[in-house]
């Protein structure tokens, strides 16, 4: 009996210990794997930084080539570089207008390198660009304002044919029932993923002006698309 009873005593205190290990152990498990996904998010922050600054590096090399020397080529690799980003923001802003944005990237690159003395790195050359871009596009408008808007036949015409290549040209119909400035602040959050501040940059906007353009617009995308299915 003695036996007996000391051997189950011995089992008890050996359940209780392993009981007492397996809560440290997994707190310390849990620990790890905070301090690994710690480590994980600093290491991508530094290669997001680090290809930042290889990026803006580049571009001020090449633009104080093109300031100093007034080298073509360097301003061309400019171009080369930014060319498709700038016809895309103007085709999301021109409904998918194809010649429309070709002449307006045309002339955003003109002003680039006409103005070219104008820029001072206090912002990336891509802020400095897009900011041309939104300069340009509001030109247009004015412009046009008088004989055209988003409601025109014209403006109808396009979307509605558009629309018939799919649901990427949906996207245009919807990007219709938004005013311009919602436009532009939707697209260059949801498209070209810009973060609000980095959009304000652009626009020339307050950041709280530019939350209201981006919720007013989501707002009408959604009833747009709700409308129609989707």
Known sequence: NRSIRTSLIRRRITRKTEKKEIIPTKRIVKKRRLIVAEVSGLRHFRNHIIKTMKVTNEDLSLVSQVAGLHDKAAFNELVRKYQSPIRRFFLHQTLGDEQLSDDLAQDTFIKAYTNIHQFKGTAAFSTWLYRIACNVLYDHHRRQRPTTDTDCPAVANRCAAN????????????????????????????????????????????????????????????????????
């Open 163 to 230: 629309s018939e290549q799919g649901m990427k040209m949906d996207v245009y119909g919807a990007l219709a029932r938004l005013a311009d400035k919602e436009r532009t602040c939707v697209t260059l959050q949801l498209i070209d993923g810009y973060p609000i501040e980095r959009i304000a940059e652009i626009t020339g906007m307050a950041v709280g002006t530019v939350k209201s353009h981006i919720f007013r617009g989501k707002q009408k995308l959604t009833m747009f698309l709700k409308q129609n299915g989707y």
